[in-house]
């Protein structure tokens, strides 16, 4: 999904049957299954799998190794590529001691991912549980928890201003509107929400949380409708309480869920960008990792060699989770 | 999705009926709890969006007289008309949808072929594939986008698909990109679809003397429509929603999708909420329609992709 970000990461199951249909036919079948093709048949295959590779490989892992290379050299995107120094680990050495807003940034991705992995997710993992047990118009509760989630984070960024606005905001008025004080909404001391360090990444945060509960919510969902139903009354039977009966049976049956639910999470709050983006464009106080790329990118200087620096270290944070995923899905193949 | 619920509603309903009649009413108890618990929740998380459509509905004039926290005064759609022409929404509706509908139909058309010779045939590089397509989707695309930026200034095209030679600013951009990512998405879910139907009806048709293009075109391309359906739904709205691709491979602002037309009705010095309010549920309102028209693909989308069945 997607991200949610962008787009949100989207899930995926870790346990998929490799080779297709050698799962069922021994290796061996292999050779014969081909001689049976043409070789048109085998130019139609090798089409079918190379045209989606070639787009793949060249739009996002060419410029992915791109940004690797590009992180050691110094270029400011003018001229051909002939005017790229390299400069080794010298973007990095300034990203690390000199540029100001870097720390500021890893901080804020790590509270987002603090916050996402400690508040939201558990928070839709909780939905997921209540809306499960046979509810009475589960599904009017499940579509009202789900709208944000098919809301573009632009959207949802124009939405919370109106709540969030000093002066025409929803949270000051109500306040003026209970306390009768027009100090709420009166420029000067009316509460900046946006505007204010610290205050904005939680105000940010809020609505961002907004979003991602109704995700996990559906996904975690669509993994408890899949538990076999007799575990869980085999449970009753031993006379386990529904708390028991989900910590002890449940969640760890869906196991295979559980770290879809993390890698999406994790992803989710490295990708986070088009929120802050639309707030203030990630200055004061909504630094993010995702942000200051953009910036050195589209900024005056355009530097590109220590954008790329940055997209770097991005990468590595985001190559952890991934290749945890990858990991668990290859051991379940085996 | 509550007529999947009810078989093991049935089922759970019976065991606890046979139970003494205190748990019953203890269970009873605590569903009102449950209910109280969810109304609370879902007030709060609907409130929002139903504080946008409750302000978008007041004319300016009204609530910087009232107040924004008030009731009176007149409710009309001015706010709507005003920000469709503010924002232009039919351009950049225009301009979503040239990037939306062939981004979407691009990106099952290639990931329904990979995902068939991928599930069908085995070669060496199959699973490797597919956890390459896989880890790129989950790549953050700020990780992308420098040298991508730089690709897309160099990379030459032809006249009628770009109008300035080259691959940036052009809706062709876009949609190429759009396409590279969600292929990891699409084509894991629908090698999962394929893997599930049995094996046979491929096996048949090549011993009929099908072809391999005629085994998917005719066999199992018919067969993935469910799954082709809820992919559909879930890529129309990830597509739409977009917004970084938009703002940093585009530059004409005619050409901006709506989302990021959204930014012309918040003025410099001057916002007028009232206005953006109406703004922003009319961008949203596409995904929203289909949301509600088509929850139940919607949901089977992300179901195919997080559970196996």
Redesign the interface.
């Known amino acids: 999904?997607?991200?949610a970000?962008?787009?949100?990461?989207?899930?995926?199951?870790p346990?998929?049957?490799?080779?297709?249909?050698?799962?069922?036919?021994p290796g061996r079948r292999?050779g014969r299954?081909?001689s049976?093709?043409?070789r048109?048949?085998r130019l139609?295959?090798g089409l079918?799998?190379g045209?989606?590779?070639f787009?793949?490989?060249?739009?996002?892992?060419?410029?992915?190794l791109?940004?690797v290379i590009?992180s050691f050299t110094s270029w400011n995107?003018i001229g051909g590529l002939d005017k790229i120094k390299w400069i080794g680990l010298k973007n990095y050495e300034n990203l690390i001691n000199v540029y100001q807003p870097f720390w500021p940034a890893v901080q804020h991705n790590l509270l987002w991912l603090a916050v996402f992995l400690f508040i939201a997710t558990p928070l839709g993992m909780l939905?997921a549980v209540?809306?499960d047990?046979?509810?009475?118009g589960?599904?009017?509760?499940?579509?009202?928890?789900?709208?944000?989630v098919?809301?573009?984070?632009?959207?949802v960024g124009?939405?919370?201003?109106?709540?969030y606005?000093p002066g025409?905001?929803?949270l000051n008025?109500?306040l003026?509107?209970v306390t009768g004080d027009p100090r709420w909404v009166t420029p000067g001391t009316a509460i900046d929400w946006i505007g204010t360090k610290g205050l904005n990444l939680a105000a940010v945060l809020v609505a961002a949380s907004?979003r991602h509960?109704?995700y996990i919510m559906?996904?975690y969902l669509?993994?408890l409708?899949?538990v076999d139903?007799s575990l869980?009354?085999a449970a009753?039977i031993d006379g386990a309480n529904s708390r028991q009966t989900f910590f002890r049976v449940v969640f760890p049956v869906l196991a295979p869920?559980n770290v879809?639910v993390l890698?999406v999470t994790i992803?989710e709050s490295?990708?986070a960008?088009?929120i802050v983006?639309?707030t203030n464009k990630g200055l004061n106080g909504l630094e993010l990792?995702?942000v200051l790329?953009?910036t050195?990118?589209?900024g005056e200087a355009s530097l590109?060699g220590f954008?790329?620096a940055i997209?770097?270290v991005?990468?590595l944070i985001?190559i952890g989770?991934?290749v945890f995923?990858?990991y668990r899905?290859?051991r379940s193949?085996t | 999705m509550t007529d999947d619920v009810a078989p093991t509603a049935l089922a759970t309903d019976v065991l606890t009926g046979g139970r003494t009649t205190e748990v019953v009413s203890g269970k009873r108890r605590s569903k009102t709890g449950t209910h109280v618990f969810l109304i609370v929740i879902c007030a709060t998380w609907i409130f929002p969006l139903a504080w946008t459509l409750y302000t978008s509905l007041r004319p300016f004039g009204d609530t910087a007289k009232l107040g924004y926290v008030s009731i009176g005064g007149t409710y009309n759609f001015d706010n709507f008309v005003n920000a469709a022409k503010g924002m232009d929404l039919w351009l950049h509706l225009f301009d979503t949808l040239i990037v939306v509908v062939p981004a979407m139909v691009i990106v099952l058309f290639l990931a329904s072929m990979l995902a068939f010779a991928v599930s069908r045939y085995s070669f060496r590089f199959n699973l490797a594939l597919l956890m390459l397509f896989t880890a790129g989707n989950l790549l953050p695309q700020q990780i992308v986008i420098t040298p991508l930026f730089r690709m897309y200034l160099a990379l030459p095209l032809f006249q009628p698909l770009s109008d300035n030679g080259l691959w940036y600013d052009q809706f062709f951009g876009i949609i190429a990109i759009h396409v590279a990512f969600q292929l990891g998405f699409c084509s894991f879910v629908l090698a999962n679809y394929f893997r599930q139907l049995p094996k046979e009806l491929t096996e048949a048709a090549l011993m009929d003397g099908a072809s391999v293009w005629r085994t998917y075109r005719s066999v199992l391309l018919p067969l993935a429509r469910p799954a082709l359906a809820a992919l559909a739904t879930l890529e129309f709205t990830w597509i739409y929603n977009d917004f970084f691709w938009g703002i940093l491979l585009l530059r004409t602002g005619s050409k901006f999708p709506i989302t990021s037309a959204l930014n012309n009705l918040s003025g410099q010095f001057f916002t007028n909420y009232n206005l953006l309010a109406a703004g922003a549920l009319l961008a949203a309102l596409p995904t929203l329609i289909v949301y509600f028209a088509l929850q139940k693909q919607f949901v089977a989308g992300l179901t195919l992709g997080s559970t196996k069945g």
């Open positions: 999904m997607t991200v970000s962008p787009q949100p990461v989207p899930p995926y199951a346990p998929f049957d490799s080779g297709g249909a050698s799962a069922t036919a292999r299954r081909f049976v093709l043409t048109r048949d139609t295959i079918m799998v045209i989606p590779a787009v793949h490989i060249m739009l996002i892992w060419i410029p992915a791109g940004s590009l995107g939905m209540v809306l047990q046979n509810i009475r589960t599904r009017i509760y499940q579509s009202v928890l789900y709208m944000p098919v809301l573009s984070l632009a959207v124009f939405v919370w201003q109106l709540m606005s025409q905001g929803f008025n109500f003026e509107w907004w509960v109704g559906v996904l669509a993994g409708k899949s139903n869980r009354e009753a869920i879809v890698v992803i490295l990708r960008f088009d983006y639309v990792l995702s790329i953009v050195n990118l589209l590109v954008g790329s997209a770097v991005l990468l985001s989770p991934i995923y990858l899905t290859m193949q």
